[in-house]
């Protein structure tokens, strides 16, 4: 196959020859692909003419099942079956003590990860899995390989969730165009199609987040003036409000998992109904025989959310008062993401702008079709009349000071790209190294903002206090994503350093690249390498121990014997900054464990044919 | 793709070196020059173009904020002409303007103490119309080339401009 592959994907085609690409909506509840054929957007149906993916991962040890058929196995077997994933990406254990979850989380530095059955699984591999199987939608109904995508994130997402979700992107084999906010590419998606001209507000209240941005729509060019949000307010928290209400009602406390799963399922369901119904009956068997039927009238689930709904209001507030705008000024407001079909909200919306919201799109796929729009752009597709987007940067960056403040660097608002410099000094005649921690976030405190990076610029040649003049610089990509560079001034000593907080790269690891690449000036590239192999070094030993842990008996002392060998010199490799002997080490494992996957393989269909769950052994 | 990153920020925006700045055209230039070297132009173009891409639009945004803000500008402005505006070390400022600077933040605390938003709000348009004033000042000062005046005029202003971020953060306070 390599052979085979002459050039790169998207690299090197003809001049006016059309690529393949598409926009994926990656969503906390459901995902989508969509592309633009002969013209127009489209969103790419499954074999059964199904457009929507719902977000749904099953693990076993046997295999990986994503979308309808993973959702049916989640009342069965919930802690293997991963739902909401996004709400995960670049997520601590303590950002999401939500006590509803029926998952065994394993806390790592950056990002929690999962325990399944088919091995330890960090939110980018499980998001990488979903975005596989779209991928392969869209290379079967396109009839090629595809040349890139635009995949869109949450405006609010902060540095560590973009960065996941870019990581998941080319884990599961894709060329990432762009990650695009959700609201600009649903801006996107209705300003072309209804020629739409002056301000308008994106409200998009998805299944796990929620964004809100102001667009200046001028003749081809989307310019976002504010946006704001809540990367942790969304549909699901509709559900979970129901859920405490049943519990609330039928005197229920201390349910295993699988009765959590069950009585959410049933929340979404009564809320989807309410949508269209006054009242709606919940009826649920517990796994100890309870039966529960109840009626849940649309007035009650309007009282139990009202203040998820008033959650939404002051992001919007902020928004504008960040925009300088007034609710005079906003032509129209686009409602985006199902979980706006609520009624109650969709009033307040209404209320709020005193106007009633634009509803003239499919709220569930406006996203993937602007996505689709902008990725026909980006791959080249389009002729001299395609647009321009300036889009901004969420929430503001900054540096620590003394006291535990933090200096802001570059404001939220920003348009992308974005630099900022700032110069530090020495405070000690001698002194080499200084300290580096980078935030996001808008409050005053250094623990109340989130902690991007912290590193220790070494190497600074020992000059008087005050003397060595070392300029830290941020930029702002196109994708939002932040890269940090530090140089000397007066030698020129320089460093740079993708930040990459989320996972694998530890404050440790961290520092070391950034001490290595002072001392050979090596550039971000080598870096970005390098931190590519160690995430794939990284998962494939987590999935070879895994494996060992539960399978290890298949193997004879000898054959057990290589494959730590393996790990070992794995490890190893690990701590050093060669990526091509990461690369070379990580291809070894993979190869010395083949015959031990094809035996556990053997192992997992036999037990299935013995009748036996393969999770519970 | 070539781009001359020596360039000013006014030549680049094809505007004369003067702090009265015609914002419709600068508004209108902003958009041609992202049009051609927004990194969204070069998004499957080679990595080296891609970066390049990325240095250009970030200088053009650069100058955009420093055009579009009489403050930045005017500072801009004094950099061109060699004039330090010692922002971070020069605190020596005029008596009267302290004891203004003082009763604003008298107010402030005052405002925020009791969350008085409608308050702030009123605080926030007198503090937008005295900085009005000090702006048409550092104006006139650098039309007559009155640079040292100028750096003063400077300095005020990024006094009122930490007021006015603090008025804006104790709004957010007492809404959110």
């Known amino acids: ?617 | 793709m070539s781009f001359d990153f020596s360039r000013s920020h006014f030549d680049l925006f094809a505007q004369p070196e003067l702090f009265q700045i015609d914002r419709a055209a600068l508004d209108a230039r902003y958009r041609e020059l992202q049009a051609q070297y927004h990194p969204d132009r070069y998004a499957s173009a080679a990595d080296i173009e891609k970066r390049l891409a990325l240095q250009i639009a970030t200088r053009i945004n650069e100058a955009y904020q420093t055009l579009k803000s009489p403050l930045a500008r005017g500072r801009y402005l004094l950099q061109l002409s060699g004039v330090e505006t010692q922002e971070e070390t020069n605190t020596a400022m005029p008596m009267d303007f302290l004891m203004g600077q003082m009763e604003w933040r008298e107010a402030i605390a005052e405002a925020k103490a009791s969350q008085n938003v409608e308050a702030l709000e009123r605080l926030n348009v007198e503090l937008r119309g005295e900085t009005d004033a000090l702006e048409a000042e550092l104006g006139a000062l650098l039309d007559r080339a009155q640079y040292e005046d100028a750096a003063i005029a400077v300095r005020k202003l990024r006094f009122m401009e930490k007021l006015d971020a603090e008025i804006g953060n104790a709004i957010e306070a007492a809404l959110f």
């Open chain 1, 1 to 617: 196959m390599a052979l085979l592959q002459i050039s790169e994907p998207g690299m090197s085609a003809a001049p006016h020859q059309h690529r393949l690409a598409v926009g994926i909506d990656l969503g906390t509840t459901n995902s989508l692909v969509a592309t633009v054929r002969s013209g127009s957007a489209v969103c790419l149906p499954d074999q059964h003419g199904r457009t929507l993916l719902p977000s749904v991962v099953h693990y076993s040890t046997a295999r990986v099942v994503v979308g309808h058929e993973a959702q049916a196995k989640q009342n069965q077997d919930p802690a293997n079956t991963v739902v909401s994933v996004k709400r995960f990406m670049g997520r601590g254990l303590a950002d999401v003590a939500d006590a509803a979850t029926p998952y065994r989380f394993v806390d790592e530095p950056g990002m929690l990860k999962l325990v399944t059955a088919g091995g330890v699984k960090s939110p980018v591999q499980v998001s990488a899995d979903i975005l596989r199987a779209l991928k392969a939608r869209a290379e079967e109904s396109l009839g090629g390989e595809l040349a890139g995508a635009v995949i869109t994130v949450p405006a609010y997402f902060d540095d560590a969730q973009r960065q996941a979700t870019k990581d998941a992107a080319q884990l599961a084999g894709l060329n990432v165009l762009r990650l695009l906010n959700e609201p600009t590419a649903a801006a996107i998606a209705y300003g072309l199609d209804n020629a739409a001209e002056g301000t308008y507000v994106i409200y998009d209240l998805g299944g796990g987040t929620f964004d809100v941005s102001i667009l200046e729509l001028t003749r081809g060019v989307f310019e976002v003036r504010a946006t704001s949000g809540d990367s942790q307010l969304g549909g699901d928290d509709f559900d979970h409000r129901v859920y405490c209400w049943l519990l609330e009602q039928a005197g229920l406390s201390q349910l295993n998992e699988h009765d959590v799963r069950l009585l959410l399922t049933r929340a979404r369901e009564a809320k989807e109904a309410l949508t269209e119904h006054d009242l709606t009956r919940i009826t649920a068997k517990l796994s100890n025989e309870v039966v529960i039927d109840l009626e849940l009238s649309s007035a009650t689930f309007q009282a139990i959310t009202a203040h998820l709904v008033q959650k939404t209001i002051n992001p919007v507030r902020r928004a504008l008062r960040d925009a300088r705008l007034t609710v005079a000024d906003i032509k129209g407001v686009v409602l985006v993401g199902g979980a706006t079909r609520m009624p109650h909200v969709h009033r307040a919306v209404g209320e709020l702008f005193g106007q009633p919201p634009l509803t003239n799109l499919d709220p569930d796929k406006v996203v993937a079709l602007g996505a689709a729009m902008q990725a026909d752009v980006l791959a080249g597709n389009k002729g001299d009349d395609d647009w321009l987007l300036l889009d901004v940067i969420p929430l503001s960056l900054g540096l620590e000071t003394m006291g535990g403040l933090v200096e802001k660097i570059i404001p939220r608002n920003s348009t992308i790209p974005t630099a900022r410099a700032q110069d530090f000094t020495t405070f000690k005649d001698g002194q080499t190294a200084l300290a580096v921690h980078v935030l996001q976030g808008e409050r005053e405190l250094v623990t109340d903002c989130r902690s991007l990076a912290r590193f220790e610029l070494r190497g600074i040649p020992p000059m008087v206090a005050g003397a060595a003049r070392i300029r830290v610089s941020f930029q702002v990509d196109a994708d939002g994503l932040l890269s940090v560079s530090a140089r000397e001034q007066s030698t020129g000593i320089a460093a740079s350093i993708a930040v990459k907080p989320s996972y694998g790269l530890g404050d440790d690891e961290i520092a070391r690249m950034l001490q290595d690449s002072l001392r050979h000036a090596g550039d971000d590239m080598e870096a970005r390498k390098l931190a590519e192999a160690r995430v794939e070094a990284e998962a494939l030993i987590d999935a070879s121990q895994a494996a060992l842990a539960s399978d290890g008996d298949l193997l004879d002392a000898a054959e057990r014997g290589a494959i730590d060998d393996q790990i070992e010199r794995l490890l190893a490799a690990m701590a050093g900054h060669d990526a091509d002997v990461l690369r070379e080490l990580t291809e070894a494992l993979n190869h010395a464990t083949q015959e031990f996957a094809a035996r556990r393989m053997d192992r997992a269909v036999k037990r299935g044919l013995a009748g036996q769950k393969i999770e519970e052994l």
